[in-house]
């Protein structure tokens, strides 16, 4: 049981260059999130899925695309990177809320130069 | 604005001191109430919750916090501090006036002298 992985852990681009960061849970959770951690900012929610084919806005959305195709996978895109979405960004799913807890992946760490 | 807010935004305690880290909110209504924790170059885990019932909450490694309504506030505290505790610290709130979305504290850097 491999919880919830991303991938890349690391990446760098160029202004303008687009990429897509993928986030995948094993445990048939329903719900799936995209973070952003900025220092002294905490966690921000840039989308948010609450089942396979629905996406919904969270608090920062503005520059970036998600898909939820299949249950287990939620993808983050960057159409035309910026040096303002310089960030770590996490994934993480639950069970429905408010009851459950969330559960985080390991990061992407992404520069955008 | 409706927010989450960590007072601290760096600690730094030596060994065996105590720890409390203060979090306080602004939404009214039915609150569930989460601390997060992250170690240096892991990923978020889970410290502790309430949801509803003893309003003094007790989560992994000796952490506890208690839930006070009428100040909303939700104060992580631990009596002997380690160095392993060395982390960042984030509260979090699910709040049902905000869809029953999670919204973060900024985090509270804890930084333990041995």
């Known amino acids: 049981n491999a919880g919830v992985t991303q991938t890349p852990k690391f990446r760098v681009l160029k202004t303008g260059q687009s990429m897509t960061l993928l986030c995948a849970q094993d445990?048939?959770?329903?719900?799936m999130y995209w973070y952003r951690q900025d220092p002294g900012m905490g966690l921000r929610l840039i989308h948010y899925?609450?089942?396979?084919?629905?996406?919904a806005k969270g608090e920062v959305p503005d520059g970036y695309n998600v898909s939820r195709l299949k249950k287990q996978n939620f993808l983050l895109g960057l159409e035309s990177a910026a040096p303002s979405q310089t960030s770590v960004y996490f994934c993480?799913?639950?069970?429905?809320?408010?009851?459950?807890?969330?559960?985080f992946g390991p990061g992407t760490r992404l520069t955008v130069t | 604005a409706q927010s989450v807010s960590q007072h601290n935004h760096h600690v730094i305690l030596s060994e065996a001191a105590s720890l409390e880290l203060g979090c306080n909110y602004s939404y009214g209504g039915t609150v569930n109430l989460f601390w997060y924790v992250q170690y240096p170059g892991q990923h978020l885990q889970l410290l502790l919750k309430y949801f509803s019932g003893d309003p003094l909450v007790k989560g992994i490694k000796g952490f506890e916090a208690e839930f006070i309504k009428s100040k909303f506030s939700f104060n992580l505290r631990k009596p002997s501090v380690q160095w392993s505790d060395t982390a960042e610290y984030f509260c979090a709130v699910n709040a049902r006036e905000y869809g029953n979305k999670l919204v973060f504290g900024a985090g509270t850097i804890l930084r333990v002298k041995s």
């Open positions: 445990m048939n959770h329903e719900y």
């Open positions: 993480a799913s639950s069970l429905n809320p408010p009851m459950y807890e969330q559960y």
């Open positions: 899925s609450v089942g396979e084919g629905t996406t």
